[in-house]
């Protein structure tokens, strides 16, 4: 498991740390494509983790690699480091030794412990440990009336804002492992097949697009169009074309109430209309 992390300050912008930090792994992960594919990597868990303490907001991605057994993780190590160094560089950022850090065989350990989960998922319920508060105790202590707390976790989520805090990518299709997202798509549409199994087949209700444009008018003091729709819940085009009759003719006898020296729709313009409107030029 690798850890990328770089400096950071309290007193500094978070949001341009934690955007510095995005910009510098986006970079590290298109330089080490080629390192990947030499080891046998065929997908990557990556996690972001946000601890607010001292220094601010320590934002650190933990990436899970996949390999092949046997591969040499010692050398790819120092090139991951090297790297990681190049690509903070590159963005305008600053790291130490501890910018980068790979534990080998990280998953026996995280398992025997029962930690893998939190540390690489959980992101708001992982005790802290002497790196900081997360975001979960922040809110916690704001509501107890900790104003710095209340100001932390502002600032944290305004930095953290817009970025997803786990990552799988493409790993599980690679494995033929059926994602979250599908599993919801499968349970809606058998709750959409189970809620339309009993309702009647669509109805196609159809009328002059000149009545909807009179009856939906917004100079008129009724919902036109929620009327129309109300109608037609039971798909019942008598009802519907009636209602439409019915605005269309409320409105031609509010027009004939209210003089105006031009038609009030355009549908009702002569062809002569604009006739009115020509001037003579003579020299």
């Known amino acids: 498991m690798m850890t990328f992390t770089m400096a950071h300050s309290y007193d500094g912008n978070w949001k341009d740390s934690i955007d510095l930090l995005h910009a510098a792994f986006k970079l590290f992960d298109k330089n080490m494509s080629r390192r990947y ?21 320590h934002g650190h991605f933990h990436i899970l690699l996949t390999h092949l057994l046997g591969a040499d993780l010692t050398a ?5 480091r090297a790297e990681w160094e190049k690509a903070v560089a590159q963005v305008g950022g600053k790291c130490n030794d501890h910018g980068f850090d790979v534990k080998l065989n990280a998953m026996a350990d995280y398992l025997a412990k029962q930690e893998l989960a939190h540390e690489m998922s959980n992101h708001d319920t992982k005790r802290a440990r002497k790196k900081g508060l997360l975001l979960g105790q922040l809110l916690d202590r704001a509501a107890r009336g900790d104003a710095k707390a209340s100001a932390e976790w502002l600032r944290a989520i305004e930095a953290l804002q817009g970025r997803s805090r786990f990552h799988a990518g493409d790993i599980a299709k690679k494995l ?17 097949e189970i809620l339309s ?34 109608a037609a819940r039971d798909g019942d085009a008598a009802k519907v074309l009636q209602m439409v009759a019915a605005l269309c003719r409320e409105a031609r006898a509010r027009d004939r109430r209210t003089p105006n020296s031009a038609p009030p729709s355009f549908w009702d313009w002569t062809d002569d209309y604009f006739d009115q409107f020509k001037t003579c030029v003579t020299n």
């Open 37 to 57: 594919k030499a080891i046998g990597c065929m997908g990557k868990l990556k996690s972001l983790e946000a601890p607010v303490g001292v220094h601010g907001i």
């Open 76 to 80: 790819f190590e120092a090139l991951a």
């Open 176 to 192: 033929g492992i059926s994602t979250c997202t599908a599993w919801e798509d499968e349970e809606r549409q058998a709750e959409r």
């Open 197 to 230: 199994a009993d309702l009647p087949e669509p109805v196609r209700i159809t009328y002059p697009m000149r009545d909807h444009l009179t009856a939906t008018r917004p100079d008129s003091s009724r919902p036109g169009l929620a009327m129309i729709l109300r």
